[in-house]
């Protein structure tokens, strides 16, 4: 038995192909407002909690399969969770706004009012949702909460190497977060700031 390994022609592959991430850029530009994922990478920027080569570390095809694992479990919920229980994305092109903010919720449960957002993630599920570690993630769910009127939202993690006890295998958990109206506010408050010195930059 032989096995040869072939070259895999990345571009030929990725041409044409409309992935969640080429689906997400568009929707900003056809909006023509900011995009709260967007405010959130800047504030991280800003405060030094990201590495500033974190964007650039990927090659196209690592980027593309990322953003596809978590568009792939938010399928599967979709399919298998959300469509039982009455849930669904937001009519349309899928966005909410607030001032002049846009955002993209996974899901909305209608009889709740509560955003749901689904994660796929490298991190190990022994640690939980640790919002302290996964700031993004809290200011993300607490914007949307704010847009939707909401106090609590949900999230939907797979832990795609479980708690990285061998054999690895995924691991799944739901959590309800609920925030104080102060907490919202101040959410808010910080992402309006941030649109403002974006646009000061711009001008």
């Given amino acids: 038995m032989n096995i040869e390994y072939l070259p895999l022609e990345v571009e030929k592959f990725l041409a044409g192909i409309k992935t969640a991430g080429d689906i997400f850029t568009e ?8 995009h709260v994922s967007d405010l959130i990478r800047a504030v991280e920027f ?3 909690m990201r590495d500033g080569n974190i964007p650039d570390d990927r090659d196209e095809l690592q980027t593309r399969l990322v953003w596809e694992m978590g568009l792939s479990w938010e399928r599967v919920l979709g399919a298998a969770l959300f469509a039982q229980k009455g849930m669904s994305r937001i009519p349309g092109d899928g966005t909410i706004e607030l001032d002049g903010l846009i ?12 955003p749901h957002e689904c994660k796929a993630t490298w991190g190990s599920s022994k640690y939980g949702i640790d919002l302290e570690k996964r700031w993004n ?3 993300q769910l ?3 909460c704010r847009m939707l009127s909401s106090n609590s939202g949900v999230f939907n993690v797979v832990y795609l190497c479980g708690d990285y006890t061998r054999p ?3 691991q799944v958990a739901m ?8 907490e919202l506010k101040k959410n808010w408050d910080m992402l309006l700031s941030e649109r403002d010195k974006q646009n000061d930059t711009s001008s």
């Avoid at 929707?27 to 900011?34: D, I, L, P, S």
């Avoid at 955002?103 to 509560?114: I, S």
């Fill in 27 to 34: 929707v900003r530009k056809a909006q023509g407002r900011f």
């Fill in 137 to 139: 993630w809290k200011v």
């Fill in 175 to 182: 959590a309800r977060v609920t925030y104080t109206d102060d």
């Fill in 46 to 48: 800003r405060s030094g």
């Fill in 103 to 114: 955002a993209t919720p996974d899901a909305v449960d209608y009889a709740t009012g509560e």
């Fill in 142 to 144: 607490a914007s949307y």
């Fill in 168 to 170: 690895f295998r995924p």
